[in-house]
């Protein structure tokens, strides 16, 4: 069993820049894809950012390119979100999530993670 447990969530004001962290636990951290998610009140969860197992490859949804950086720490099982020039329209809970592939690709599709975490709120104040 995979358990992905996110943290770095709260409240900011608007420009400033929180890092969310998940550490994944439970299977070899090294072969794992993992992407961000996030849903806001009333909104469908729509996907953030990702990044292959290796590390090489990461893919961004094209509104937060600039922003958000994606990064893996695999000697600390960790996974990163680094957030900056925040906007109210950040706010939502964030989610982890992991998959297991043989192919060494940034996934944006939901339906491709089968582990994830229980969320991290952010908040954004103008």
């Known amino acids: 069993q995979v358990q992905l447990v996110e943290s770095g969530g709260g409240s900011v004001q608007a420009g400033g820049s929180l890092r969310l962290s998940c550490a994944v636990s439970?299977?070899?951290?090294?072969?794992?894809?993992l992407g961000w998610f996030r849903q806001a009140p009333g909104k469908e969860r729509e996907f953030v950012a990702a990044i292959s197992w290796s590390g090489v490859y990461t893919a961004y949804v094209d509104s937060l390119k600039g922003r958000f950086t994606v990064s893996r720490d695999n000697a600390k099982n960790t996974l990163y979100l680094q957030m900056n020039s925040l906007k109210p329209e950040d706010t939502a809970v964030y989610y982890c999530?992991?998959?297991?592939?043989?192919?060494?690709?940034?996934?944006?599709?939901?339906?491709?993670?089968?582990?994830w975490g229980q969320g991290t709120q952010v908040t954004v104040s103008s």
């Open positions: 999530a992991g998959h297991y592939s043989d192919l060494d690709i940034a996934s944006p599709r939901s339906f491709d993670y089968i582990y």
């Open positions: 439970g299977r070899t951290f090294s072969s794992c894809g």
